[in-house]
């Protein structure tokens, strides 16, 4: 991962990128702890995912979710929630590993892998509209969407610096083009949350 994140053509998709989701993801989550409790998240047997767990599913998530970043692919969320599943299938060889005292056994049939593969593939609209996601994964999928979207709402200093960057990983497209396109993908984005709420944003507090 950190080879992936640190390639030579990469110039906002880096590790800060990933740093900076992770602040963004503590303050949201630790938000979202306090004004909710964690009564309200937990799952009904057989896969139980609690809060704890839904932290881990949303940090595998930031790890994995641009490890493979290629401006002229199209399959990017695809293929590194590909990567992902390869790094279960490495890990679980034996179908489960002693994880902790409280739970001895973590096997690669957990629902809370295949809840990062979903995570993952949601980056490439940066919407709720995938009808595979649950609902109680709604909550926690919006704090990981906004802590990949927090960039957007930097200062205008700031931004301009990471629309630089994200230029430079476009440097093989005509200007033109990349300016219409680039408008179009921001446009979506605000669009993504509904006619009526105006915002890149999917999370109440962010």
């Known amino acids: 991962l950190i080879a992936l994140h640190s390639d030579a053509e990469r110039h906002y998709h880096t590790l800060c990128h990933l740093e900076e989701m992770f602040g963004f993801v503590d303050l949201?989550?630790?938000?979202?702890?306090?004004?909710?409790?964690?009564?309200?998240?937990?799952?009904?047997?057989?896969?139980?995912?609690?809060?704890?767990?839904?932290?881990?599913?949303?940090?595998?998530?930031?790890?994995?979710?641009?490890?493979?970043?290629n401006p002229k692919s199209g399959t990017n969320e695809e293929d590194?929630?590909?990567?992902?599943?390869?790094?279960?299938?490495?890990?679980f060889g034996n179908n489960h590993v002693v994880a902790s005292d409280?739970?001895?056994?973590?096997?690669?049939?957990?629902?809370?892998?295949?809840t990062v593969k979903r995570f993952i593939i949601a980056t490439k609209s940066h919407s709720l509209d995938d009808t595979n996601i649950k609902d109680e994964e709604i909550p926690?999928?919006?704090i990981f969407l906004d802590a990949d979207m927090a960039v957007l709402g930097k200062t205008p200093q700031a931004y301009e610096y990471y629309?630089?960057?994200?230029?430079?990983?476009?440097?093989?497209?005509?200007?033109?083009?990349y300016?219409?396109?680039?408008?179009?993908?921001?446009?979506?984005?605000?669009?993504?949350?509904?006619?009526?709420?105006?915002?890149?944003?999917?999370?109440?507090?962010?």
């Open 28 to 69: 949201l989550l630790s938000e979202y702890e306090t004004h909710f409790g964690r009564s309200d998240v937990i799952t009904s047997a057989p896969n139980i995912i609690d809060f704890d767990a839904y932290r881990a599913v949303i940090e595998l998530s930031v790890f994995f979710h641009d490890a493979i970043y």
């Open 80 to 91: 590194s929630a590909k990567l992902f599943l390869q790094f279960v299938e490495d890990l």
């Open 102 to 114: 409280s739970l001895s056994k973590l096997t690669k049939e957990w629902s809370g892998f295949n």
């Open 140 to 142: 926690f999928l919006q």
């Open 163 to 177: 629309a630089s960057l994200i230029r430079k990983e476009y440097a093989h497209v005509p200007l033109d083009v």
């Open 179 to 206: 300016c219409d396109k680039r408008a179009e993908i921001l446009q979506s984005f605000i669009g993504s949350v509904g006619d009526n709420l105006k915002t890149v944003y999917l999370n109440e507090h962010m």
